[in-house]
């Protein structure tokens, strides 16, 4: 019998693993990204073709990738060919879904994984963009994975690394980016949110269970808008816990 | 073309690719000559201070991490890198030796930001940061291999990346669409870690290829480190098999384990706690300057770090190895 206590990062992996279409092109980058698509290969999307930047595609995700890089990426998969091909494949509208992670996150989606404090005399120097400003340039849908506090959900990112609907409706387009792109949804340790179609900000669509509106609004460093109706997200099944605990991440790099 | 909107940040890599075909058609010989080395003559013969390096393709996976040690025990300096890295650069970083980064992303993976990174450059250390998304970078090499001083992309567009880079954004004469131009990055110096090469360096990798062909092409000097030295004939019998071909190439050094805490896919595995060394010992300047007299300075060539390594643990990381099943 599995302990049915999980922890908030479990279930953030659960109800993003949920999010991801089967048989959909998916951008994955590093971490929780790499788990949630990972559960979902062997729940709900066993046809997703994952994609990972430095050259593998369709993997079959036996073991957790620790590197974006690392064979594991291109276990058994239909090709392991160059970072140029992977991301001119997503610049030419190949990729259905992008799954980023960041440092912080803005009302309009916007990521940030450069410096937190100015550019030039950072407070803290952050790995940099890597595939994430891509990512969020060319795939069509893109799904953000973050812890949930209010220093990282913030009113403006210190530096727009990756693009959301940067300043608001219409705002991608006029920079040049590809139309038609942008973000849908955040996944949280809180909850899951998604953007209001017209003002393009970020708006509360469902509660992690236990959590309360009350305590999302603390935790997030803006306005987040309301629905009519906030939805309950369901909680971690036996199922995604046993392959979350022994398949997918037993070294327990992020559970 | 109007140029809509430049990056406020300094190219630091200047370019002219006439000066580049001349070198490639003067510098660079056609000749089938040994080019067998020592990883202490490749890097003394044709590593400067003040040069402009890049490594492919990261610290964890196909690096070439002897190589990589080699450049700070011979104490080079000032280097301007290329900085899409893992262990490789943040050692550099830690060793004090980078003076300027085009940079992707210098990251641990799983085990998040780098310490060696940090305090490099929130100290003021590295004196500038010029900010590149991974496909720009590579798209970059890919210009200059293609001998054009620009590609346009649709990446970098709207955003900080951006205005710390040193790209400019046009309205494509073509179509009327916005988009951002990359100019071409021609590399002083290359390191790359194959997985056979022979004498003259004809190249092949198996799993991903990176950006293994762009920066082979994209670069001025480059420096082959291979598991294995195979004859010429196995070369001519699997043409379709040759990445980098022997006149991009100006030294081949034999490295076995070469990427080594890293992974060569199906050769061997990583070694998690020889990465988790680093990771630890990293997190204090004492410690990473421990970690560096250990595995670099106490340690004359790449044979002695690998016995100092031990042949058991050697042993674990092929029993490691990805298999085609």
């Not at chain 1, 930047?53 to 995700?61: D, H, N, Q, S």
């Not at chain 2, 210098?106 to 780098?114: N, R, W």
């Not at chain 2, 060539?301 to 042993?315: A, C, T």
Request: one cysteine or more; proline letters at 5%.
């Amino acid at each position: 019998m599995i302990d049915q206590t999980y922890s908030k990062t479990e279930l953030m992996i659960c109800v993003a693993a949920r999010l991801f279409e089967d048989g959909a092109t998916c951008f994955i980058g590093t971490g929780i990204p790499m788990l949630a698509a990972m559960l979902a290969a062997k729940t709900t999307a066993p046809n997703l073709v994952p994609v990972f930047e430095f050259g593998g595609t369709g993997a079959i995700l036996e073991e957790l990738p620790r590197a974006v890089g690392e064979a594991r990426t291109f276990h058994k998969g239909i090709s392991a060919l160059g970072i140029c091909d992977t991301m001119e494949t997503a610049q030419r509208g190949f990729i259905d879904y992008g799954f980023l992670g960041g440092a912080q996150i803005d009302p309009f989606g916007n990521l940030n994984s450069v410096t937190i404090g100015d550019h030039e005399h950072p407070k803290a120097r952050l790995p940099g963009s890597g595939g994430g400003n891509d990512v969020g340039s060319h795939c069509w849908q893109t799904i953000a994975i973050m812890q949930h506090d209010a220093r990282r959900f913030v009113p403006k990112v210190d530096f727009l690394t990756t693009p959301g609907f940067l300043s608001g409706p219409g705002a991608r387009e006029a920079a040049g980016l590809p139309p038609g792109t942008g973000p849908i949804a955040v996944v949280s340790t809180l909850a899951l949110m998604d953007f209001h179609p017209a003002s393009c900000r970020m708006r509360l669509k469902g509660l992690h269970p236990g959590i309360t509106v009350e305590e999302v609004i603390v935790n997030t460093g803006f306005e987040l808008l309301m629905p009519e109706q906030v939805a309950m997200n369901e909680p971690p099944s036996e199922e995604e816990l046993h392959l979350l605990r022994t398949e997918i991440d037993p070294m327990r790099f992020y559970i | 073309m109007e140029v809509l909107e430049s990056g406020i940040k300094e190219l630091i890599q200047p370019f002219d690719m006439d000066e580049f075909r001349e070198w490639n058609r003067i510098r660079k010989s056609r000749k089938l000559v040994d080019k067998l080395m020592t990883e202490q003559e490749a890097i003394s013969k044709f590593v400067y201070d003040d040069c402009y390096i890049g490594t492919e393709l990261y610290g964890t996976v196909r690096c070439p991490m002897s190589l990589t040690r080699e450049v700070i025990r011979q104490g080079k300096k000032d280097l301007r890198v290329c900085g899409q890295g893992v262990l490789e650069l943040d050692l550099w970083l830690a060793a004090g030796i980078v003076k300027k980064l085009d940079i992707t992303y210098i990251g641990l993976e799983v085990y998040g930001v780098p310490s060696g990174l940090r305090r490099a450059v929130e100290s003021g250390q590295v004196e500038s940061c010029v900010e590149w998304s991974n496909a720009s970078i590579s798209w970059r090499m890919k210009a200059a291999a293609m001998g054009v001083p620009f590609l346009p992309t649709r990446s970098m567009l709207g955003t900080d990346m951006l205005k710390y880079s040193a790209a400019k954004v046009v309205v494509d004469p073509f179509t009327g669409i916005k988009v951002a131009l990359l100019p071409a990055l021609i590399l002083d110096v290359a390191l790359i870690h194959v997985h056979r090469a022979d004498r003259y360096g004809n190249c092949q990798v198996e799993g991903i290829s990176g950006f293994a062909l762009e920066m082979s092409r994209a670069c001025k000097r480059l420096i082959i480190s291979a598991e294995e030295i195979i004859p010429t004939e196995e070369v001519r019998k699997y043409p379709d098999r040759t990445v980098i071909p022997y006149f991009l190439v100006d030294a081949v050094v034999h490295a076995p384990f070469g990427s080594y805490p890293g992974e060569m896919a199906y050769l061997y595995g990583r070694d998690e706690d020889g990465i988790k060394e680093w990771v630890e010992m990293s997190k204090t300047i004492e410690g990473a300057r421990a970690y560096l007299d250990k595995y670099v300075f106490s340690v004359k060539n790449h044979d002695e770090y690998l016995k100092l390594i031990g042949e058991e643990r050697l042993q674990q990381a092929i029993g490691l190895r990805e298999r085609r099943e």
